[in-house]
């Protein structure tokens, strides 16, 4: 599940109906100001004087001031001007859907779920990339990413940032305190390290954050690509296989493993009380209860947002999530594309502008944003520093062999709401390791939300 | 005696719209004929057509955002969704038979029941309670006033407010500093709370039972009892450099932390760096009995100089181990319900019981007084006189809760933004209405908002009809 959308969905919803109303009037203004640039590289995207067009997001902040850079490249390139807006509330999904139903979307959208992203091309909403842009996709980007931008064999959205989502992090304090050398690389080791943790001394060696679902979505989406392997993984996604079938069955065995050992996680009940910031700043505050948390790439901008002490990159580092039974490397991951939803000729050259590695120099090279990009063109010295680096290197080396979130594909009334669908189903099975009666609620669900 | 009679409905105090409903039926109707009678003045056609001008603002507005909106939800729930929120096809009473069949909103249907059936009476009884009390204080006023205020704070901010009240940090959380310091009162504290064998090869047993070894130990020789798990870069200062044991007569040994701070000990050897375990109890067992209990000193050694022949095995009790209390989980899958009933208490126990006074008020002194002087106690007086007289006001009261009661939203909203995995459990219906809103889940919001209507209209029925009565 995408960090961004575990703002309360349903308030969302609600500004998304003022947004709508009030958010119509901005195109189409200001479409004086930027002289065209010289240079041999505005060749290929063309010239756009005096052209204006609306991009809506999600970012604020430092994210959004890097992504800004980017705007400002293309701008710069081609003289055309691009306004950007911040989803109201957060919740783009639904600011996206409000505007879109009324008649009123944005040129060009950036959105995080391949499924939304699916939903408006079937509805004949989303403009398919024209051949330039979807050559520059091609060249910049794995099979893997070119097909989650699809539908109907036709490209819509261009890959933009990433996160990687196969991340463990770890106090290396807390390690080398217990005379821990190097770090786990299958889930055995995982597990004795943790025991070894627990018996230094550490009293929830991994720190789980089941307040929030979405972080138990994740484990499992890892655990599952481990033990069950891409193709299931696929089935699973698209609810062609159950959530009773035999591989769930396996995972969730797995995963008790750990999520049922209380020298691991401490008891379950108190687990269920941590929300994903409060699992963070377990592992890496003063005086640490905890050595490990797992979660994506975002840890470290919630490390240095939340001014715990650790250093990324020093005291707090990250080894890939273990292998499970001699799983071959693999990663989950999650991002955003960028589709259109106008066919004016400036926004397909934004499109390929995006997908340049320029775009993603651009990105990545802000300081304090954290976004990493799936670019494979681009250059690893183009991050701020190592760890960002190393993640970045982890989701391009990975290839083909790498899946999007599940849960931010299936509908949102099953992967994407708090106390209903898998959040609830998984943090319910935290609390009381039944499997079997787990995979009954989870397939009860799914069966609901995907419908007939 | 009818506000409508002989005065225009203008004269209609704004008690609430049932009243003023009332009042127009009767200017319109009996009212109006009887001012057929000619009088000097505009026709009466004219001053029909002006009511309804003067009204028709109030028709549109209602028409536009409830009836038409009503009669949209009602249509709107026969039909089922797309991912997106669109309509997908016919399904007649489908979505409400999921409310009652999916397990997540049938737990709200039955918080709603538990609510209804606990929480208006409870007010009700408590603002009554209070009413009674705050009549015979000096500065009632003032009392009155303070148990009125939470009417006043919205009810977001108590939300968050108690949200704060039922944090499970002692050190945040009022209720859990309070309970863990009456608790702490009574009974001692562990002095190693997260201790505990390194594996299965020394000690069996468990925090609860407490570890026996499962070797017996002749006398004389000297036993190493190994645990791990003390916080190594915190240590208590219960603790200090473990010393292997030496020889000597009885049973003696050490028990010790079998981890130094950066690892490589030898495992079952004391080394540099691992702490003895001072103040540690160590039980010799013979037989299952105990027979003998001592105390280990600071470099975690322990010894027994009587038990000089035969063999033991050694205990360390449960009353070492275990997780201090940490009080309650307030916000946890048990006591979340009724403790977001608490903080609703708290908001509308003022609210009852100013309108309970007020009822109260009105009670004719003579009738108290009379029963008083023929020797009644005041319990009786109570019983008999003023709990009768003040039944009307008791019953509005509970309706209006009730009414209140089955829209419940904003207080299990906020105070389930903080609990964590457990939140699901505290759901009702009003919240998981707007859930499925928020997913686009329109049908299915449509027919939870329509059971909502159903059961609130009972409540209605009756309160408007008490109304009619009070009026005639």
């Not at chain 2, 036993?223 to 219960?238: A, F, I, M, Q, R």
């Not at chain 2, 009702?428 to 329109?442: I, S």
Request: aromatic content about 10%; overall charge positive.
């Amino acid at each position: 599940m995408n960090r961004r959308r575990i703002s309360l969905t349903a308030v969302a919803a609600i500004t998304a109906v003022t947004a709508a109303a009030c958010g119509g009037s901005s195109s189409g203004s200001s479409a004086s100001k930027s002289t065209p640039s010289s240079g041999s590289s505005t060749a290929a995207l063309g010239h756009f004087n005096g052209a204006s067009f609306t991009i809506l997001g999600q970012w604020t902040g430092a994210e959004q001031t890097a992504f800004q850079s980017v705007i400002n490249g293309f701008d710069k390139l081609t003289g055309a001007t691009g306004q950007y807006s911040a989803a109201a509330g957060g919740d783009e999904a639904s600011v996206l859907g409000a505007k879109v139903n009324g008649g009123n979307p944005p040129d060009v959208a950036f959105v995080s779920l391949p499924g939304a992203l699916q939903q408006y091309a079937k509805a004949g909403k989303l403009i398919a990339l024209n051949s330039a842009a979807q050559q520059a996709v091609s060249t910049n980007y794995s099979t893997e990413w070119v097909t989650l931008g699809s539908y109907n064999g036709k490209l819509y959205g261009v890959p933009f940032d990433a996160s990687n989502k196969s991340t463990v992090w770890y106090n290396t304090k807390l390690f080398s305190n217990a005379g821990i050398s190097g770090t786990p690389t299958d889930w055995t080791s995982f597990m004795k390290d943790a025991q070894t943790l627990h018996d230094s001394g550490v009293s929830t060696p991994i720190s789980v954050g089941g307040g929030d679902g979405w972080t138990l979505t994740d484990w499992f989406e890892n655990v599952y690509l481990r033990t069950a392997g891409t193709a299931m993984y696929d089935k699973l996604t698209q609810h062609q296989i159950k959530w009773t079938d035999p591989s769930v069955t396996k995972a969730l065995t797995t995963l008790k493993q750990v999520w049922g050992n209380h020298n691991l996680i401490g008891s379950p009940s108190s687990a269920l009380k941590v929300p994903f910031t409060g699992s963070v700043d377990n592992t890496f505050k003063a005086n640490p209860s905890s050595g490990i948390v797992y979660e994506a790439s975002f840890v470290a901008t919630t490390i240095t947002g939340d001014k715990l002490p650790a250093k990324v990159g020093d005291t707090a580092k990250f080894f890939p999530f273990p292998s499970v039974d001699g799983s071959q490397p693999t990663l989950e991951a999650a991002g955003d594309f960028a589709v259109a939803f106008s066919n004016k000729p400036v926004v397909q050259a934004f499109l390929q502008y995006v997908a340049s590695p320029a775009a993603a120099k651009l990105l990545v090279s802000a300081t304090g944003s954290g976004f990493i990009s799936a670019n494979k063109n681009l250059p690893n010295t183009a991050y701020p520093d190592a760890t960002l680096a190393a993640l970045a290197q982890q989701l391009v080396s990975v290839g083909d062999n790498f899946r999007f979130d599940m849960s931010d594909q299936a509908p949102a009334a099953f992967g994407g709401t708090p106390n209903k669908g898998e959040w609830a189903d998984l943090q319910s099975f935290l609390g009381n390791g039944n499997v079997s009666a787990a995979q009954q609620k989870l397939e009860h669900d799914a069966a609901a939300a995907y419908g007939g | 005696m009818s506000v409508a009679e002989g005065e225009p409905a203008a004269g209609a105090p704004a008690v609430g719209s049932s009243v003023l409903l009332e009042a127009e039926r009767r200017t319109t109707g009996r009212g109006a004929r009887r001012r057929h009678a000619p009088r000097p003045g505009g026709a009466p056609g004219e001053r029909r057509w002006l009511a309804w001008l003067f009204l028709l603002p109030a028709i549109v507005m209602l028409g536009a955002i409830l009836l038409y909106p009503l009669i949209y939800s009602i249509v709107r729930s026969l039909f089922s969704d797309t991912p997106t929120g669109a309509v997908r096809s016919f399904v007649g009473l489908h979505n409400y038979g999921a409310i009652f069949t999916d397990s997540r909103s049938l737990q709200a249907v039955k918080n709603n029941v538990y609510w209804i059936v606990v929480v208006p009476t409870l007010i009700t009884i408590v603002g009554l309670i209070f009413a009674v009390l705050t009549e015979r204080i000096r500065w009632s006023a003032v009392f009155k006033t303070v148990l009125f205020m939470p009417m006043a704070i919205s009810a977001l901010a108590s939300g968050i407010t108690f949200s704060l009240i039922y944090a499970d940090q002692p050190t945040r959380g009022l209720g859990n500093a309070v309970a863990i310091g009456i608790h702490d009162t009574f009974s001692s504290s562990h002095p190693y709370p997260s201790v505990h064998p390194r594996d299965t090869a020394v000690f069996g047993g468990s925090p609860k039972a407490g570890y026996t070894t499962h070797q017996s130990y002749p006398a004389g020789s000297p036993v190493l009892l190994p645990v791990v798990g003390l916080n190594l870069t915190h240590p208590p200062s219960s603790t200090a450099q473990a010393t292997a044991p030496t020889s000597g007569t009885g049973i003696s040994g050490v028990v010790w932390n079998d981890f130094r701070l950066g690892g490589g000990g030898k495992p079952g050897a004391v080394d540099l760096g691992e702490r003895g375990l001072g103040g540690m109890p160590v039980q010799a067992v013979q037989n299952g009995k105990v027979v003998a209990s001592t105390t280990s000193a600071s470099n975690g050694q322990f010894s027994f100089p009587s038990l000089n022949s035969g063999s033991y095995q050694l205990r360390l009790p449960s009353s070492a181990f275990g997780q201090p209390f940490n009080g309650y989980s307030w916000l946890g899958a048990s006591l979340i319900t009724p403790a977001i009933m608490v903080v609703y208490l708290w908001i509308y126990a003022g609210f009852a019981m100013v309108l309970i006074a007020a009822g109260m008020a009105a009670i004719p002194r003579d009738a108290l007084e009379a029963a008083r002087v023929d020797g009644a106690t005041e319990w009786q007086v109570f019983r008999r006189i003023t709990a009768p007289l003040l039944a009307p006001v008791l019953v509005v009261v509970f309706v209006t809760l009730a009414i209140n009661v089955l829209k419940v939203f904003d207080v299990v909203y906020v105070l389930q933004q903080v609990a964590g995995g457990s939140a699901g459990v505290a759901d009702v219906l009003a919240v998981t209405l707007f859930r499925d809103f928020g997913n686009q889940q329109y049908g299915l919001a449509s027919a939870i908002g329509v059971l909502l209507v159903l059961l609130v209209v009972p409540a209605m029925i009756l309160n408007i009809r008490r109304f009619r009565r009070d009026q005639t």
